[in-house]
């Protein structure tokens, strides 16, 4: 059973247990592509939280953009992040907003390093 420490050490606690429980029917070398294919997409908490406070300065949406929320971002951006009320509750709620785009990349992840071995 691979290490998720040692594949993707940058994990959050929840998220690395959620990985782990993923790959665990993985062998070596389908984690070892996993990993370097989820680090190129997963979103970090800190980047989600700079787009969430980047919306107090005119140009909200953009955390919703980054988690591939695009109808979202769009209503975002033209009601000045649902009058700075939505962008205050993606202030809140950063960490769940990039758990659930971080979860949604591992599965298409795991799904294609499946399908190619």
Same mark, same amino acid.
């Given at each position: 059973?691979?290490?998720?420490?040692? !594949?993707?050490?940058? !994990?959050?606690?929840?998220?690395?247990?959620?990985?782990?429980?993923?790959?665990?029917?993985?062998?070596?070398?389908?984690?070892?592509?996993?990993?370097? @294919? +989820?680090?190129?997409?997963?979103?970090?908490?800190?980047?989600?939280? @700079?787009?969430?406070?980047?919306?107090?300065?005119? @140009?909200?949406?953009?955390?919703?953009?980054?988690?591939?929320?695009?109808?979202?971002?769009?209503? +975002?951006?033209?009601?000045?992040?649902?009058?700075?009320?939505?962008?205050? @509750?993606?202030?809140?709620?950063?960490?769940? !907003?990039?758990?659930? +785009?971080?979860?949604?990349?591992?599965?298409?992840?795991?799904?294609?390093?499946?399908?190619?071995?």
């Amino acid at each position: 059973m691979p290490n998720v420490m040692q !594949l993707l050490p940058m !994990l959050e606690p929840e998220e690395m247990t959620y990985i782990q429980g993923l790959i665990k029917d993985m062998n070596d070398n389908q984690a070892q592509q996993f990993a370097n @294919i +989820y680090m190129n997409r997963r979103k970090d908490t800190q980047t989600i939280l @700079i787009a969430a406070v980047v919306g107090f300065l005119g @140009i909200a949406g953009i955390q919703r953009f980054l988690t591939n929320q695009t109808g979202m971002g769009l209503l +975002y951006l033209f009601t000045m992040g649902l009058c700075f009320i939505g962008t205050i @509750i993606d202030l809140v709620n950063h960490r769940t !907003l990039t758990f659930d +785009y971080n979860i949604q990349m591992a599965h298409q992840t795991a799904a294609l390093v499946r399908s190619v071995s």
